[in-house]
């Protein structure tokens, strides 16, 4: 059974950090891109970041581009979004997902595995 568990998430007042950490387990991953998702209050949920397989492609919604990095450990099947310069505005459930297609992930759209996810609560 594949398990997205991620961890991390918190309050934390604006301009400070957060690391989330995403571990998946069940299966192979190999050749699987992973990404972050996220959804606020009321609002739809929307793409944060992505990230290849080998790591070597990265994509990241404007909106955290310059503040957020995403990253992987193949070794221990771990996906990691470090978010910096947080705004009351990312305010919302992180939400990791695995999938074949780095392109897939960016849309959202028919997503393999989802996480349960994790709340990050940016007091102004």
């Known amino acids: 059974q594949v398990q997205l568990v991620e961890s991390g998430g918190g309050l934390v007042q604006t301009g400070g950090s957060l690391r989330l950490s995403c571990a998946a387990s069940?299966?192979?991953?190999?050749?699987?891109?992973m990404g972050w998702f996220r959804q606020a209050p009321g609002k739809k949920r929307e793409f944060v970041a992505a990230i290849s397989w080998s790591g070597g492609s990265t994509y990241h919604a404007d909106s955290v581009k310059g503040r957020f990095t995403i990253s992987r450990d193949n070794a221990k099947n771990t996906v990691y979004l470090q978010m910096n310069s947080l705004k009351p505005e990312d305010t919302a459930v992180y939400y990791c997902a695995v999938d074949p297609s780095t392109v897939v992930l960016t849309t959202g759209q028919a997503v393999d595995y989802w996480g349960k996810g994790t709340l990050v609560t940016v007091s102004s």
């Open positions: 069940g299966r192979t991953f190999r050749n699987y891109a």
